[in-house]
Nanobody, 114 residues
Framework: VQLQASGGGLVQPGGSLRLSCAASGSIFSRNLMGWYRQAPGKQREVVATITSSGITTYADSVKGRFTVSRDIAENTVYLQMNSLKFEDTAVYYC?????????WGKGTQVTVSS
């Protein structure tokens, strides 16, 4: 299983970015896809997750600003990030997990700076 993330970049505070992550390979149909992030000097933390049935969860710090969605047919998960703040700066990783599988993509850098 491979995960390919894209969409990171440099954005000003208050701006928006959309991350995408496509999973390929032998993927169990019932799975959880999600986004995590790791800022310099900090531990990796969960940002948002979405089940194959569309149930979502969000970190408190991003509720109301970020939206996670997925395309089941394409095994792709998206993260729409609005009203970005300095503290959102981090490397963002996508993940897919099911009972016998747990896979990570390479991170994509998101930098919020004026």
């Amino acid at each position: 299983v491979q995960l390919q993330a894209s969409g990171g970049g440099l954005v000003q505070p208050g701006g928006s970015l959309r991350l995408s992550c496509a999973a390929s390979g032998s993927i169990f149909s019932r799975n959880l896809m999600g986004w995590y992030r790791q800022a310099p000097g900090k531990q990796r933390e969960v940002v948002a997750t979405i089940t194959s049935s569309g149930i979502t969860t969000y970190a408190d710090s991003v509720k109301g600003r970020f939206t996670v969605s997925r395309d089941i047919a394409e095994n792709t998960v998206y993260l729409q990030m609005n009203s970005l703040k300095f503290e959102d700066t981090a490397v963002y990783y996508c993940n897919i997990v099911w009972p016998l599988g747990n896979y990570w993509g390479k991170g994509t850098q998101v930098t919020v700076s004026s």
